[in-house]
């Protein structure tokens, strides 16, 4: 399984973006999809989750400001933020996740945002 996050980059504060993240060689549509992200010298943090059926969870650092949404045509889960602020800037990486909330592949490249002016 391959997992291709794109979509970031340089964003000022007050911003906004979106994530893509890209499975390969799984059956996207039965996992259970989340987005991390992770800073130097950090723990990866967990984000957001999104169920099979399209359910979606927050934690209290996005909560608000993200929308997770996955298209299982395209094999594709994506991460709408806004209000973006220099705390935001990390390294943002997706992941399925088992049942029991584990992720279930290896990690991508992830893609870098940077938020600054």
């Known amino acids: 399984v391959q997992l291709v996050e794109s979509g970031g980059g340089l964003v000022q504060p007050g911003g906004s973006l979106r994530l893509s993240c890209v499975a390969s060689?799984?059956?996207?549509?039965?996992?259970?999809m989340a987005w991390y992200r992770q800073v130097p010298g950090q723990r990866r943090e967990l984000l957001a989750v999104i169920s099979r059926s399209g359910t979606d969870n927050y934690l209290n650092a996005v909560k608000g400001r993200a929308t997770i949404s996955r298209d299982n045509a395209k094999n594709t889960v994506y991460l709408e933020m806004n209000s973006l602020n220099p705390e935001d800037t990390a390294v943002y990486y997706c992941n399925a996740l088992s049942t029991s909330g584990l992720t279930l592949y290896a990690w991508g490249q992830g893609t870098q945002v940077t938020v600054s002016s």
């Open positions: 060689g799984t059956d996207f549509s039965k996992d259970a």
